[in-house]
């Protein structure tokens, strides 16, 4: 019988090899990074609502709305950090502002 | 030995998921990982090893947000290899309980059909002796001579000193060696 019966078991068995184009297959299922909105998408978000809340501030509306439409713009410029929200934010606002002009 | 990446390469990954600074990583730890996984699965499984390796680059991957860099990067993802590795090991313990049929088959350098026979019934003895191992025991041996890896890689891939390594390796021969004994193999 052998001598060392460990290494004769398993001298036999060769050792396994990582396949040579390992870490490019791996890269390839990696998750893709959580898409955000691009930048310029933020940018052009951010000056339409910046250009729409002067044209309603310039705009020959009753003074509230247009100084409400005033205070807009600088969060229309905030909308740069996070534009969804704060686009739906400004529209909620407007519609419930026309909704009541509306009213009168 | 030290084998870490640069830890300023490791923060800025931490920060920004970058797959190109992932695949540096890769490329560094993949053997080391790939040796640790297949020596947990053994030489009778080692198909496996590189899907489990696989998983373990994604896991680590997706966990990235998660290391705060208490410990070295290398301590956390050989941790990760070895858990994932051992629950693979589990899995294919329910679905092949026994090894030694695939021992048998490997039988080389014999004689006559007499040696061949001989080596083969010791072959899946001491096969099966190694497969009762306990994880960490059989993990070291499969390393040591399956793989050929230094004991200094060892210590690194199991966290442990050398000389804990060398005292593992001891135990574990000695094991096999009782139990062949007991059975009359040696």
Known sequence: ?104 | MTVDLDRELIATLVRTSDAELFRQLVEHYQDRVFRLVASVLGPYSEADAEEVTQEVFLRVYRQLKGFRGDSKFSTWLYRVAYRRALDRKQLARHRLPHASDEALVNVAGADNPFEQAARAQQGARVAACMEALPDLYRTVLYLRYWLDCPVEEIAELIQAPAGTVKSYLARARQRVERELEKSGHV
């Not at chain 1, 297959?25 to 691009?38: A, K, N």
């Not at chain 1, 951010?46 to 600088?74: E, G, H, N």
């Not at chain 1, 229309?76 to 002009?101: C, N």
């Open chain 1, 1 to 104: 019988m052998s001598r060392d019966p460990i290494r004769e078991t398993l001298a036999g068995r060769r050792p396994p090899r990582l396949s040579p184009h390992f870490a490019s297959r791996l890269l390839r299922t990696l998750p893709e990074p959580s898409r955000g909105v691009s930048a310029s998408t933020k940018a052009l978000s951010s000056a339409a609502l910046l250009a729409v809340s002067l044209l309603l501030a310039l705009a020959d509306w009753p003074s509230w709305l247009s100084a409400t439409a005033i205070l807009m713009s600088p969060l229309a410029a905030l909308a740069l950090l996070a534009p969804a929200r704060m686009a739906a934010g400004i529209a909620a606002v407007f519609v419930v502002l026309l909704r009541e002009e509306g009213r009168k």
